[in-house]
């Protein structure tokens, strides 16, 4: 049984999805998914003639947050709680660049808004640990951002297993007009 994130799945076409518009040549902003999740407002897909539905990711509505990030990473923790639920394992990183100017406690979303404070989760699939909620997925990333008005959010992204070879194409043809 193949996997199925807002009820899309691996391989799907554009005419089987219902796109708003295209924001670039592989990326499409979603009109709505089948089975959408109240902690999301938006949907972006990466679907390739080739390969199909490729990647969904899944943005959070807006999280008004004080400086310190609370609000933003109680939502992030409740999230990553429900996915370590149904996938498992993951490894995590959240780390302050060593050179910020944004080091104190209350400054945690102007450290995060100027990309020297990292916290994201990543769930990575392989054949030797099949996990049967995981079937035709590669990896989960769970993202907190923070937008210029330093509120919060977050993405949630699935990688299908035929991302990896649509990347790798991708590459390679891109790199064919040096």
Known sequence: MESEIFGLRMGMTVDEIEVEH????????????PKP???FDSYIATISDAYGLVSITAISNTIKTPPDGSSLIREYLNMREKLEKKYGYFYEIDELNEHSIWYEEGEFMAALECNDRDLFSIWEFDSLKNNPQAKTLSAIVLIAKSDENLDGYFNLTYRFLNFDTFYEDKVETEDECL
């Not at 295209?22 to 998914?33: C, M, R, T």
């Open 37 to 39: 999740h109240s902690a």
């Open 22 to 33: 295209q924001i670039s040549a592989d990326s499409y902003l979603l009109l709505s998914v």
